[in-house]
């Protein structure tokens, strides 16, 4: 039963356009959530979070956008570049908790194309 | 660089074989993990330290052993592994609970069972 779904797995978007990428999840009690940008042949690199408190998040390129009600959230990045793409995961958790509970839930990842 | 560093990026080992993967980090981090990355799936957590002490682990066959000496350092012992454990092995590492915990990850290795 997967808690955090990305579910579509690819996006193909043209360079200055905007991509966006869409994560739902099921688990209410998440108040974290994270976005990963990751390239071929290396691990995954921290990209912006949201805290449940709030709604947006903007940095630069990327904004985070956080429904509550509708257990959704999505990753804007404008305008795309070719270097954009990637996969880019989603991630959630629960802040309040150590142990498994605290541990960051992944999606299956989209992978972007920006095509030039 | 993210501060985590995996060795080795590649490894290919037969059935019979043992290896051993390496993790380290120097960000003052106190918590570490192995995820693995297969094909079409989530990143899957297979095993958490917190404060060198193992707090999870999630149903991982006992072919993969894993061990914490410190707080920088993160080893996963591997033997008598099948070809379906071929995967992307990533090493993470953060601070152990609350906002802005984000776990930074290494580059992984790349691992065929043969």
């Known amino acids: 039963d997967q808690q955090v779904k990305q579910n579509s797995p690819s996006l193909s978007v043209q360079e200055g356009r905007i991509s966006i990428l869409n994560c739902d999840y099921t688990n209410s009690m998440f108040d974290y959530f994270l976005w990963y940008k990751k390239y071929p042949a290396e691990g995954p690199t921290f990209l912006i979070s949201?805290?449940?408190?709030?709604d947006k998040n903007e940095d630069g390129r990327f904004t985070v956008f956080l429904n509550k009600s509708a257990k959704h959230l999505s990753l804007h990045i404008v305008p795309s570049q070719p270097g954009d793409s990637a996969v880019y995961f989603c991630?959630?958790?629960?802040?309040?908790?150590?142990?498994?509970?605290?541990?960051?839930?992944f999606g299956k990842g989209t992978k972007l194309s920006v095509k030039p | 660089e993210t501060g985590v560093t995996q060795t080795p990026r590649h490894l290919v080992m037969g059935m019979t074989n043992k290896k051993s993967l390496k993790c380290e980090q120097h960000?003052?981090?106190?918590?570490m993990y192995w995820y693995k990355q297969s094909a079409k799936k989530p990143l899957e957590l297979m095993f958490v330290y917190s404060l060198e002490e193992r707090v999870e682990n999630n149903s991982v066959p006992s072919r993969f052993s894993p061990e914490c000496p410190n707080s920088s350092h993160l080893f996963l012992h591997l033997h008598t592994l099948q070809p379906e454990d071929s995967a992307l092995y990533l090493c993470?590492?953060?601070?152990?609970?609350?906002?802005?915990?984000?776990?930074?990850f290494g580059q992984g290795t790349r691992l065929t069972v043969v």
């Open positions: 991630a959630a958790k629960r802040t309040n908790y150590g142990g498994s509970q605290g541990n960051l839930i």
């Open positions: 960000l003052g981090h106190n918590a």
């Open positions: 993470a590492s953060s601070l152990e609970s609350g906002i802005g915990t984000e776990a930074f």
């Open positions: 949201i805290s449940s408190i709030k």
